[in-house]
Every structure is written in C-alpha cells, then in structure tokens.
C-alpha cells in the first residue's frame, strides 16, 4: 500500500506547499519576505522532488492516474518552471502585499492540477485537473494591483475559457457516448474502429477545443493577448510558460488516441497549426506592449509544436517534448528581463528597452539569446527544437507545411530583430539609471542563457529523455 | 430506452446551441455565465444518454461531476463579476473592452 503512495509524491508535495500557503495567508500581517523565502524554498524542494521521481511507474486509482515517464518529465518540467516564476517574484510590485501567499497558494494548486493533468488517463480526472488549473488561473489574473485593465482580462479569461471548457465538455460526452468508457486506454482500442463516424470526429475535435484555448491555438487565441497585458508579470511568466506545457502534453495524449489514422484529424491539425503560426507572427510586427509582443509569439510557437503532434510519430512526439522544454527556458528568460526592467510591476512597451544594453548588459545579453532562440537562430535551443519539430513533419512527408512553417519562420525573426534593436541600438529619450541586478538575478540569467546554448549545441541527452518519454505514448 | 439516443444527443446539441448564443449574444456578464451553464447542462444531458445506452454508470458520475464544477465555476466567475462590478459599475461586456490587437 505504501508503494502506491510513493508514486503521487510529487502531487502530495503540492498539495502540501498549498497547505502551507492556505495558512500564510490566513496570518493577520503580511510578510512578502516570509512569504518569497517559504515560496522560494519549497519551490525548489519541489524541483528536487520531482527529479528523484523521475523514474517511478505504474498505475493508481483504479487506472485512471498512470504515473510513466512522459508524466515524470512534465512533471519535472512543470515543477522547473514553478520554480523559476517563484524566482522572478523578488519584486512583487504587481500585486498586493496582503495577497502575496494567496498568489503563491494559487500558483501551486495550478502547479498541482497540472501534474495531476499530464497523468491522467481517464476522461473525468482529465476534466477535473483541467478545470482546477484553469480556476486557479482565473483567480491569478485579476489579482493585479491596478487600473482597471487586470479586471477585463480576467473576464475575458474567464467568459472565454469557461465557453471552451463548456465545449470540451460537450465533445466529452460524444467521444464517450461512441466509445461507451472514459479510460483513454480502452478508447484507443474503440476509436480507430470508429473514427470515420461523424460523432467521434466531433467529439475528439470538440475535446481538443478545450486544449487548444490552454495553448491559445488559432481559433481561441483570442484571451492570449489580452491575459498577457493584464495580468501581474509573474503570472504570465507562469501562464506562457507552465500551463502551455501541460497543453502540449495532454495534447498529445489525446492526439495520440486516434492512433494516426484519421485524415480529418490530421487536416484540421494542419489547418490550425498554419493559421496560428501566420496569424501569430503577422499580429506580432504590429506590437508596441512587450507582454502582448510576447503573446502573439506564443500563438505561433503554438502552431510550430502542433507540426511536431500532428506527424504522429515517436518522433513527432520527441520533437515535440524537446520543443515544449525549449519553450519553457527561452520563454522563462524573456520574462526575466521584462520582470526585472519593469520591477514597479508595470506593463513594458519595447521603446522601454531602450539603452538597455548600457543599462544592464547582461539582461541585454540574455534577451537577445532568448528572442534569437524564439526566431529560431542557431547555436540556441530554439533552432534545434524548430529543427527537430521540422524534421519529424518531412519524415512524413508534409512538405509544404514546413515550407510556411519556414516562411513563418522568417516573418517573425523580423519582430524579434525589434526587441533586440530596441535593446541595444535605441538610446533612451533621457538618460536613466543603471539597473541594479542582484547577485541571485544574476546566477538565475546566467543559468538559463547556459541551458539555453549548452542544449542547443548538444542537445542528444535531452532528445534521448524526450524519445523515451514519447514512447510511452505509442 | 424508450427515446432513441440519436433524438437525446439531438436534444442535446440544440440546448448547446442555445447555450453558446446565451453566452455570445447577451449584453450582460451574469447571462453570459448562465449560457455558459447551460451548455454544462446540455452536455450532462448526453452523458446520461449514454449512460443509459450502454448500461454505464460512468456517465452518471461524470454528471455529479459536472455539477460540483460548475458550482466552483459559478462561484468564481460570479465573484469576478462583484469585483468588477465594484471597481467599473457596469455588468455590460462593452465597458471591458479597452485592450485591443
């Protein structure tokens, strides 16, 4: 009995940081030092917790949570990036300090339900661990200290997710009305056999609606922009980062399921993928807010994972683990400097940047890499990820989706050039001050632009976790 | 079963639909998350059906399920609405319209 336990310990060590956080916030005086240093700390714990559970198997409630190394390696993903939002939450200007342990209780319960998320193989534990981390999220946004703007993003958040919640759960009700079971398992063994039935394409179209708003794919991107301005930096640090990887992870989970025998699946995929890739990089030139720049760029980057899902393949899948991670750094570092250049907490236009190359070098130095690696330049992570995902789609033949998928490519490589001419060829209106960057900033930064290079170089360890974990799924 | 399953998740379908334009069409945030409710609703609708095609009490729990969250969503989306309802005084979804592209 013991031994089933051990399998949930990364979630029973959540569960118990939201415990911790749930008291501290029931404390009368706020203490945002206390509560960075318990956050700080436990998060990294947590981190620790997840890499010693990396290798654990098996199966627990009656098969419906499958603990693999697909779910470890998310998990490990999840609890890393947790952990270097709580990093950037030294100044928590945005938000205020009465409500700093709710924010952190908020953030691990999301954490939480995204660990429970990427396990679970049965519809209704699904559901539930997405709605907990979608709730969790609607909280978050409009904690915000400020004007007005937090508000309407947390409507919308809420108005828009709770519809494409709403939808999922409709398609839900096909695929199991179809398949007459909610463990994925038996469905994978029913769906193939009747996929060309108009009810079980819907319902699984319908199903993936519910994931494609947590990733902002083309047709419900819509809150993505919005959430990004609105929201206090630290949480769309979480929100760009965490929650886009547990979509991709479920994603696949349930992409998987049709066992690469629809061709309707694969079109619509196609189609989406494409027209967020297009939709995001064209909106993005236009971009003044470096939050909503970033968004956008999220939108794409969220059709060029989708090329690595829709092949279908170990190492499509691969491709697609690697991308996710690369994301999580890369992303994580942007939000870094946006975090440190804006630390009253405001929302940062890319004129802001200006002069900051003076101002703080190795910031400048940092995002550079970071939106370099987003384009897709080498020697960074985000060119062998693009690479891989690329690759996977021409072994299946999908010439021409890679070819705009390039195209796309090039287009955004012209906004990011932006940032990074803002960065270091602008000079500010008036001269400001150098920006004081702490000694752990500066270890954090060195860290990640590390990772960042050190795995684009030599990426074979990572690929190798990646393709063990995606042949779980097959 | 005495209504055939087709009719159920037609039945179905339609509250969906009416729900979605409960949820896209009305002027207001409460009736916007009534719409969103009664799309819950149609969908519980054809987890019974199922359930009861195929003798599987799975759908019925799927259904208390869906009850508890949309009770949690209620009240989160319903405190969200009182917030912004204090901090703007208006419930009409064009007041929330300032970020745009």
Same mark, same amino acid.
């Given at each position: 009995?013991?031994?089933?336990?051990?399998?949930?310990?990364?979630?029973?060590?959540?569960?118990?940081?939201?415990?911790?956080?749930?008291?501290?916030?029931?404390?009368?005086?706020?203490?945002?030092?206390?509560?960075?240093?318990?956050?700080?700390?436990?998060?990294?714990?947590?981190?620790?917790?997840?890499?010693?559970?990396?290798?654990?198997?098996?199966?627990?409630?009656?098969?419906?949570?499958?603990?693999?190394?697909?779910?470890?390696?998310?998990?490990?993903?999840?609890?890393?990036?947790?952990?270097?939002?709580?990093?950037?939450?030294?100044?928590?200007?945005?938000?205020?300090?009465?409500?700093?342990?709710?924010?952190?209780?908020?953030?691990?319960?999301?954490?939480?339900?995204?660990?429970?998320?990427?396990?679970?193989?049965?519809?209704?534990?699904?559901?539930?661990?997405?709605?907990?981390?979608?709730?969790?999220?609607?909280?978050?946004?409009?904690?915000?200290?400020?004007?007005?703007?937090?508000?309407?993003?947390?409507?919308?958040?809420?108005?828009?997710?709770?519809?494409?919640?709403?939808?999922?759960?409709?398609?839900?009700?096909?695929?199991?009305?179809?398949?007459?079971?909610?463990?994925?398992?038996?469905?994978?063994?029913?769906?193939?056999?009747?996929?060309?039935?108009?009810?079980?394409?819907?319902?699984?179209?319908?199903?993936?609606?519910?994931?494609?708003?947590?990733?902002?794919?083309?047709?419900?991107?819509?809150?993505?922009?919005?959430?990004?301005?609105?929201?206090?930096?630290?949480?769309?640090?979480?929100?760009?980062?965490?929650?886009?990887?547990?979509?991709?992870?479920?994603?696949?989970?349930?992409?998987?399921?049709?066992?690469?025998?629809?061709?309707?699946?694969?079109?619509?995929?196609?189609?989406?993928?494409?027209?967020?890739?297009?939709?995001?990089?064209?909106?993005?030139?236009?971009?003044?807010?470096?939050?909503?720049?970033?968004?956008?760029?999220?939108?794409?980057?969220?059709?060029?994972?989708?090329?690595?899902?829709?092949?279908?393949?170990?190492?499509?899948?691969?491709?697609?683990?690697?991308?996710?991670?690369?994301?999580?750094?890369?992303?994580?570092?942007?939000?870094?400097?946006?975090?440190?250049?804006?630390?009253?907490?405001?929302?940062?236009?890319?004129?802001?940047?200006?002069?900051?190359?003076?101002?703080?070098?190795?910031?400048?130095?940092?995002?550079?890499?970071?939106?370099?690696?987003?384009?897709?330049?080498?020697?960074?992570?985000?060119?062998?990820?693009?690479?891989?995902?690329?690759?996977?789609?021409?072994?299946?033949?999908?010439?021409?989706?890679?070819?705009?998928?390039?195209?796309?490519?090039?287009?955004?490589?012209?906004?990011?050039?932006?940032?990074?001419?803002?960065?270091?060829?602008?000079?500010?209106?008036?001269?400001?001050?150098?920006?004081?960057?702490?000694?752990?900033?500066?270890?954090?930064?060195?860290?990640?632009?590390?990772?960042?290079?050190?795995?684009?170089?030599?990426?074979?360890?990572?690929?190798?976790?990646?393709?063990?974990?995606?042949?779980?799924?097959? | 079963?005495?209504?055939?399953?087709?009719?159920?998740?037609?039945?179905?379908?339609?509250?969906?639909?009416?729900?979605?334009?409960?949820?896209?069409?009305?002027?207001?945030?409460?009736?916007?998350?009534?719409?969103?409710?009664?799309?819950?609703?149609?969908?519980?609708?054809?987890?019974?059906?199922?359930?009861? %095609?195929?003798?599987?009490?799975?759908?019925?729990?799927?259904?208390?399920?869906?009850?508890?969250?949309?009770?949690?969503?209620?009240?989160?989306?319903?405190?969200?609405?009182?917030?912004?309802?204090? %901090?703007?005084?208006?419930?009409?979804?064009?007041?929330?319209?300032?970020?745009?592209?």
């Amino acid at each position: 009995m013991m031994n089933v336990w051990t399998l949930f310990i990364p979630e029973l060590y959540c569960l118990l940081m939201a415990v911790v956080f749930f008291g501290l916030a029931m404390s009368a005086r706020p203490n945002p030092r206390r509560d960075y240093f318990a956050a700080l700390f436990m998060a990294g714990v947590g981190v620790v917790v997840a890499l010693a559970c990396v290798r654990l198997e098996g199966t627990l409630f009656f098969e419906a949570y499958r603990v693999d190394l697909f779910s470890q390696v998310f998990k490990v993903m999840l609890a890393m990036g947790f952990f270097l939002v709580v990093c950037l939450c030294t100044e928590l200007n945005g938000i205020e300090e009465r409500h700093h342990p709710e924010f952190y209780l908020f953030l691990t319960t999301c954490t939480l339900a995204m660990m429970m998320l990427v396990s679970s193989v049965e519809l209704l534990t699904i559901y539930v661990a997405l709605e907990l981390s979608s709730y969790s999220l609607y909280i978050l946004v409009p904690l915000r200290r400020g004007h007005g703007v937090d508000v309407e993003a947390g409507i919308k958040y809420l108005m828009v997710g709770a519809c494409a919640s709403a939808v999922m759960l409709f398609g839900l009700s096909y695929v199991f009305g179809v398949t007459h079971t909610t463990y994925l398992v038996e469905i994978i063994h029913v769906l193939p056999g009747v996929i060309g039935t108009p009810a079980a394409i819907v319902g699984l179209l319908l199903v993936l609606c519910g994931f494609f708003f947590k990733l902002a794919v083309f047709p419900f991107h819509f809150w993505a922009p919005d959430v990004y301005q609105g929201a206090a930096n630290q949480v769309t640090a979480y929100i760009a980062t965490a929650s886009k990887v547990a979509a991709v992870a479920i994603i696949m989970r349930v992409v998987a399921l049709s066992g690469g025998s629809s061709k309707y699946l694969v079109d619509m995929l196609v189609t989406l993928s494409i027209a967020s890739m297009t939709l995001g990089n064209l909106v993005a030139i236009v971009q003044k807010d470096m939050k909503r720049l970033l968004a956008y760029s999220s939108i794409s980057h969220a059709g060029y994972v989708l090329i690595g899902i829709l092949s279908m393949s170990a190492t499509g899948y691969a491709s697609a683990i690697f991308y996710a991670l690369a994301y999580l750094v890369m992303n994580l570092c942007c939000f870094l400097v946006v975090v440190k250049v804006s630390h009253d907490g405001s929302d940062l236009k890319i004129a802001q940047l200006a002069g900051l190359h003076r101002r703080a070098p190795l910031l400048a130095m940092a995002l550079m890499l970071a939106v370099f690696g987003l384009a897709g330049i080498p020697p960074t992570i985000g060119f062998t990820g693009k690479f891989l995902v690329f690759a996977a789609a021409m072994e299946k033949g999908y010439v021409a989706l890679v070819i705009i998928a390039m195209i796309n490519a090039t287009i955004s490589l012209y906004y990011y050039i932006l940032v990074v001419k803002a960065a270091y060829l602008m000079e500010p209106d008036e001269e400001l001050p150098r920006l004081p960057v702490s000694i752990p900033t500066k270890v954090l930064t060195v860290a990640l632009v590390t990772a960042m290079v050190v795995f684009g170089v030599a990426p074979s360890y990572l690929l190798e976790v990646a393709r063990a974990a995606a042949r779980m799924l097959m | 079963m005495i209504v055939p399953y087709s009719h159920i998740l037609m039945f179905a379908g339609i509250l969906f639909a009416m729900g979605i334009f409960c949820a896209v069409a009305r002027r207001n945030l409460i009736m916007m998350l009534i719409g969103v409710e009664i799309m819950l609703n149609a969908a519980g609708l054809a987890f019974v059906a199922a359930a009861l %095609r195929w003798q599987q009490l799975e759908g019925q729990v799927f259904v208390l399920f869906i009850f508890a969250i949309a009770a949690a969503e209620v009240s989160v989306g319903l405190a969200l609405i009182v917030y912004a309802y204090r %901090r703007t005084g208006s419930l009409d979804p064009e007041t929330y319209n300032i970020l745009r592209w």
